[in-house]
């Protein structure tokens, strides 16, 4: 792709935005895929004079999401074992089954934190309860101190 500009993908961040950027290369290791993706910013190298610059940062598959019609062929691929197909930027499915997860307190807080996954969520860790009512699904992140896994997009999907 030197010379060409990479083509963009949506890139899901920490706190639960979802902006788009570029994908610059993917690579397979041994826990899985990760994108190194692009996305401008602003910085001022110079505090009178703020310029858009490009922060590059390797990120799980999870958090990337192809753009519909986009061609990803072209991005360059590292693989594990040559003869391991390289799978395109995943595309997530609407989920048909969520999991809330009823995180740990802290003894004596009386503040149970629970967080909805999608049920194939890789990152579900604690006690956990299978819901398959999407209806069910919205009102568990209704509930108070609750959120939606920014890994597998349920803060954004069931927001």
């Not at 890139?11 to 190194?36: C, F, N, S």
């Not at 807080?109 to 629970?114: G, Y």
Request: proline share 10%.
């Amino acid at each position: 792709m030197a010379g060409s500009t990479p083509p963009p993908v949506a890139v899901a961040m920490p706190d639960g935005q979802v902006v788009q950027g570029r994908l610059h290369e993917r690579r397979q290791t041994e826990d899985g895929w990760l994108y190194k993706i692009g996305v401008v910013l602003w910085q001022a190298p110079d505090p009178d004079r703020p310029v858009p610059g490009e922060y590059v940062a390797w990120m799980p598959s999870a958090s990337v999401q192809p753009l519909a019609g986009t061609d990803y062929s072209r991005v360059p691929t590292t693989r594990l074992q040559q003869d391991i197909p390289a799978p395109p930027v995943r595309r997530v499915e609407p989920a048909t089954a969520w999991t809330v997860e009823y995180e740990r307190t802290a003894a004596g807080s009386a503040v149970a934190r629970t967080t909805v996954h999608r049920s194939d969520c890789w990152s579900i860790r604690g006690r956990r309860e299978e819901i398959t009512d999407e209806g069910q699904a919205r009102e568990a992140m209704a509930a108070p101190h609750a959120r939606g896994c920014i890994l597998c997009g349920t803060d954004q999907s069931l927001a």
